[in-house]
């Protein structure tokens, strides 16, 4: 219902270092169109796309793309959404946004603002394979509600290194998480072989942060911070039998 998850939407001071960094992260560049007047690159390593946005947005968000986005107004309306803002008309790159429970932001965009790219979801960074876009959710309930009304599906998940709730859709799946785990949005991703992929992005100047909140102490996870603050976690996952 949402539409197709287009871009994780980051805000950043300095387009060119953010670019960088991604870049040694082993993610590539797509074509971006001219919907956006500020400077904005997008990458991508198959699977996710980030949206490097040097505007003066303060908060990262999720972005999905809907055709006809303005005649969808009145069935998303229906769902009981107030609209954090709303830019339409005909001049314009028509956009809405409105957030979910725990405070996020999504933005619903008439159409792409880039071009798809032709990497493989095979091809991964050298962070590992990414899981999901994971969200601190003070009440992992009311947001799993939030998100199976937009067509996702929630599946709780207390095992592994973090208990959490993963929405998943065919586009993008999102975590829910305590917040004195996650405090705020953080890419996920999988390591097989989180040794050798630590060596390699250490041999790339990209070192992990060393003072942990104390909820990921002692669990396999490895976090990283992107210049412009995003947080990076890579998590340990068993080889398949």
């Known amino acids: 219902m949402l539409g197709r998850f287009l871009e994780f939407s980051i805000p950043t001071p300095d387009i060119g270092a953010s670019l960088a960094f991604y870049e040694r992260l082993g993610f590539s560049q797509a074509e971006v ?7 904005y690159a997008v990458l991508t390593d198959g699977r996710l796309c980030l949206g490097l946005h040097q505007s003066d947005a303060n908060e990262t968000f999720l972005t999905f793309a809907r055709p006809d986005l303005l005649k969808s107004l009145a069935l998303i309306e229906r769902q009981g959404v107030e609209f954090e803002y709303r830019n339409l008309g005909n001049d314009v790159f028509n956009e809405v946004a409105w957030r979910d429970p725990s405070g996020h932001l999504l933005r619903l965009v008439e159409a792409r603002t880039f071009s798809p790219s032709k990497r493989p979801a095979s091809d991964q960074s050298a962070c590992g394979y990414f899981r ?8 992992r309930e009311a947001a799993k509600v939030f998100w199976e ?9 207390p095992e592994g290194p973090l208990p959490h709730t993963c929405c998943t859709s065919d586009t993008i799946d999102v975590g829910l ?15 097989e072989d989180p040794a050798a992929d630590l060596a390699r992005l250490a041999q790339r100047g990209i070192v ?9 102490r002692g669990a396999s996870l490895t976090l990283f911070m992107a210049p412009e603050g995003t947080p990076i976690l890579i998590a340990a996952e068993p080889r398949p039998a």
């Open 149 to 157: 009304r937009w067509g996702f599906v929630g599946i709780d998940e």
């Open 33 to 39: 169109g001219e919907a956006w007047t500020h400077p």
């Open 208 to 216: 992990p942060v060393t003072n942990l909140p104390a909820l990921l």
């Open 132 to 139: 999901e876009i994971a969200l601190p959710a003070p009440d």
């Open 177 to 191: 998480y305590e917040r004195g785990a996650i405090s705020r949005p953080t890419l996920l991703f999988g390591s």
